[in-house]
């Protein structure tokens, strides 16, 4: 059996964040079609962020789901929170997330609370600065998700040990 084969046996939860009529004013007069953003994560730190676009919204559906498949990305997670504060930028967007204590929940909006919960995260507090547009918001999620590091993989990188990290 091929890699590609194992890799489509996982099961993954699958969100749609958006789904966006637009047109193309041509000079024949407009065109209509369909632009999907779709989310998909395993809910034990991996996820990824798909857009798709075609004439027709099943279309656009199934090009952003796999798109989002193929755009998977590990996240690093301490228990049912983040390691560390973070900031995540995309364009006009700025999240700030934070770890919280169990029990807290997902203190989130809009598509950062989708994204959250197909990673896996039951406890985080989260903030949006700036423009709340869900495409920027999503990708603002992903680019601070994917730059969250564990005390123990910053120890490796430095070489040095988790104690002197921490301390």
């Known amino acids: ?20 009529r637009v047109s193309k004013t041509t000079k024949g007069g407009r065109t209509i079609s369909f632009s999907v953003l779709a989310a998909v994560g395993d809910g034990e730190g991996r996820v990824g962020l798909g857009l798709g676009k075609a004439n027709g919204v099943p279309d656009a559906i199934r090009k ?13 997670l ?15 967007t700025t999240l700030w997330m934070a770890p919280a204590y169990e029990g807290t929940g997902v203190i989130a909006g809009s598509a ?19 423009s709340r547009n869900k495409h920027n918001v999503a990708r603002a999620t ?26």
Do not use: C, F
């Open 112 to 130: 950062t609370r989708e994204i959250l919960e197909l990673v896996g995260v039951h406890d985080i507090l989260t903030k949006i600065k700036g």
């Open 64 to 76: 952003a789901l796999s798109s989002a498949k193929k755009n998977l990305v590990d996240v690093s």
């Open 1 to 20: 059996m091929s890699k590609l084969a194992n890799r489509e046996e996982k099961q993954y939860q699958e969100k749609l964040l958006k789904i966006s």
């Open 142 to 167: 992903i680019e601070a998700l994917k730059s969250l590091r564990t005390a123990e993989q910053i120890a490796a990188l430095r070489g040095k040990e988790v104690k002197d990290i921490l301390s």
């Open 78 to 92: 301490k228990g049912s929170t983040i390691p560390h504060e973070i900031e995540g930028k995309w364009g006009a």
